[in-house]
Nanobody, 127 residues
Framework: QVQLVESGGGLVQAGGSLRLSCAAS????????MGWFRQAPGKEREFVAA????????RYADSVKGRFTISRDNAKNTVYLQMNSLKPEDTAVYYC????????????????????WGQGTQVTVSS
């Protein structure tokens, strides 16, 4: 079973930056697409970004395109989310997730297709 541990969250002013990390245990990381999702209080979990197993393919939610960058280091079993120009509406708990279907070519945006999840890290953006 894969364990995912997020870190890097915190409190930042609007316009600031944060870099989230997600460290994975287990041997499936390099063969799996990875995703970042977020959930604000009272809202459903929503897609933020996803990356293919090689790192060559990425997808972003329209709300973060141009501000967030997803990347991965397979040698370190880690996926990152660089968040720039943060806005108060980015405030949420951020989760990383692993897609167990190693044959999926295009990274998925639906949380239902991800099988392993981290515990989440809080990101709070003040205005």
């Amino acid at each position: 079973q894969v364990q995912l541990v997020e870190s890097g969250g915190g409190l930042v002013q609007a316009g600031g930056s944060l870099r989230l990390s997600c460290a994975a245990s287990g041997h499936t990381f390099s063969r799996s697409n990875m995703g970042w999702f977020r959930q604000a209080p009272g809202k459903e979990r929503e897609f933020v970004a996803a990356i293919s197993r090689s790192g060559a393919g990425t997808r972003y939610a329209d709300s973060v395109k141009g501000r967030f960058t997803i990347s991965r280091d397979n040698a370190k079993n880690t996926v990152y989310l660089q968040m720039n120009s943060l806005k108060p509406e980015d405030t949420a708990v951020y989760y990383c997730a692993l897609d167990p279907l190693t044959t999926r070519w295009v990274p998925a945006v639906s949380p239902n297709l991800y099988g392993d999840w981290g515990q989440g890290t809080q990101v709070t953006v003040s205005s």
